[in-house]
């Protein structure tokens, strides 16, 4: 017994093309193409193939940016907004520990699928904000943001505010701030990433970290990628 | 693999579009082929092979 993808798949080998039109199930075929048998399993199985049809669909309702991490609960959700990566995976293991009733939802930003992507922290705020607004049109609103994610949630929620919406939380974890560029700040940061290069797991992080920036050269070439 | 790394190479390997939203409804590799046939069976850019010949259109 074939199941409706498998039966599609056959036919679609065939140029047999299927399509729903004013909740209809319309089939277009290569004369001849269509023996006894094939009619036969078209017509028993049309609410499942009409079924497998509208699902196709719903996947393809174009790009959303909202990322249904997780989903449930009946507080109000605390939106993730991209970090440095753009996408805001990262976000899933802190999404699993919280409460059963907090919702986390994901924010990403387009050029992800190829698109053109927006270059500046307060066009990505404002792309953000008009997601996230159209998911929940009023507030109170919860942003959080990871490393570079946390100047974009810092910019959403100024956003938010100027635009007379209430932000309840404000998330920066492990985010860049105003002195983490000064002289004193990144002499730290060399001295420790020097002492972590001395231990043998900072040796792997090392050889690590290489390879990735190898891996990114090799996608953008070098120069879209500043020197250490 | 990072979830976006993963989108590129389905689009590569399987030349669909599969939204981010869609890894995180269907998470486990069984709902997502069930995606990925999906996406894959309704695909009709490269519609007919045989443009010229005969062909019959019918409601079901």
Same mark, same amino acid.
């Given at each position: 017994m074939m199941d409706a993808a498998a039966l599609l798949s056959t036919l679609r080998a065939r140029d047999v093309r299927l399509w729903i039109e004013d909740a209809q199930l319309k089939c277009s075929a290569p004369a001849g193409v269509l023996d006894a048998g094939l009619r036969e399993a078209l017509a028993s199985r049309k609410q499942e193939i009409m079924d497998f049809l509208r699902q196709a669909e719903a996947l393809k309702s174009g790009p959303t940016s !909202? %990322? *249904? !991490?997780k989903p449930g609960g009946r507080r109000p959700p605390i939106f993730a907004v991209s970090g440095h990566g753009g996408d %805001? &995976?990262? &976000?899933l293991p802190l999404a699993r520990h919280l409460h059963v009733e907090q919702p986390v939802i994901g924010v990403q930003p387009p050029g992800l699928d190829g698109t053109e992507p927006l270059k500046s922290v307060e066009a990505l705020a404002r792309y953000e904000i008009e997601q996230i607004r159209r998911y929940r *049109? #009023? #507030? *109170?609103y919860l942003i959080a943001g990871h490393c570079a994610g946390g100047v974009l949630a810092f910019e959403v929620a100024q956003q938010l505010v100027a635009a007379g919406?209430? %932000?309840a939380l404000l998330a920066l974890i492990g985010s860049p701030f105003p002195t983490m560029f000064g002289r004193a700040s990144l002499m730290w940061v060399r001295l420790s990433s020097y002492a972590m290069a001395l231990t043998p797991g900072g040796f792997a992080r090392k050889l690590q970290l290489r390879l990735e920036r190898q891996r990114a050269e090799a996608v953008v070439g070098p120069a879209a990628l500043t020197a250490r | 693999m990072t979830a976006v790394g993963l989108v590129a190479r389905l689009r590569t390997v399987f030349d669909i579009n599969v939204e981010l939203a869609t890894l995180f409804e269907r998470p486990t590799i069984a709902e997502l082929s069930e995606a990925i046939d999906m996406l894959v069976l309704t695909d009709h850019r490269f519609a007919s092979r045989s443009p010229s010949g005969a062909r019959e259109e019918f409601d079901l």
């Open positions: !909202i %990322v *249904p !991490i %805001v &995976f990262c &976000f *049109p #009023g #507030g *109170p919406q209430e %932000v | -």
